[in-house]
Structures are given as C-alpha cells and as structure tokens.
C-alpha cells in the first residue's frame, strides 16, 4: 500500500508481485469509478506488462475483481 504524501508519483491501493507478475488493485465503492489520473495509471502499468484491477463489494457483501481492460 504505497503512502501518498504529496512526494513522488501516485499510484493505485494495492501494488503486488504475484508469480511473478506484477498487479495493481484500486478499491472502490460500489459504482465507483476510476479518476482520470488512476486511469493514467492503469493505462502506464498494463503498458508495463502488468496487470490492473478495480475492487467492490457486490449486493452479497462478495469481493468482486474488475480487470481494467
């Protein structure tokens, strides 16, 4: 969970390496959407090679996992 202190470049919630993957998740409320500036960096991080996805609750109180195509 990168710290956003107004030094450096944002980033999403969640960064992590999975297998060696790179993956980036972005909690939202529910029908919540990405800003601009997360959307630019969904855009830089898939660019990248890794892998972007938003975060929910669904009705049921479930996690639900978006990709960010």
Do not use: N, W
Request: proline share 3%; net charge negative; aromatic share 10%.
């Amino acid at each position: 969970m990168p710290v956003q202190t107004g030094y450096g470049s944002t980033s999403l919630d969640f960064l992590a390496c999975f297998v060696g993957e790179f993956v980036a998740y972005e909690c939202k409320a529910r029908g919540g959407k990405l800003t601009p500036r997360q959307e630019l960096v969904a855009r830089q991080i898939k660019a990248a090679g890794g892998h972007v996805f938003v975060v929910t609750l669904d009705e049921a109180g479930e996690l639900e996992f978006k990709r960010v195509d």
